[in-house]
């Protein structure tokens, strides 16, 4: 089957947009096989605005997020590998998606774990 991962970016872009929010891409640098600006690289993470009036030619793919954006005024082309994508969300309140780093094959990360209950005891208390 094909990655989930790439399915829930445009699904959450498309909701937050929907909600006259604007929408942004926390990229893992380091992970991404794309091109990005170097000078807004902070502890190998990027904070992208993909608002629809901050890009032109955005491209949600199954692989590849692509757009042109300006930076400091300098026109640029943007290319972020969606597995590099560690969260989609709105700046305005936060509310997204964040993806699961260690499972790399684009599934949400999983609820915690129930601990399993062990054998019923039971104590008189006087």
Sequence with gaps: MTPLKPYLIRAVYEWIVDNDLTPHLLVNADNNKGILPVDYIEDGKIVLNIRPQAVEALSLGNDLIEFNARFS????????????????????????????????DGDVAPPPEQPTPGKPSLRVVK
């Excluded at 640029?76 to 560690?86: D, E, F, G, L, P």
């Design 73 to 104: 005024g300098k026109p640029m082309t943007i290319t972020a590998s969606v597995n590099a994508v560690m969260a989609i969300y709105a700046k305005e309140n936060g509310k997204g998606l964040v993806f699961d780093q260690e499972n790399n």
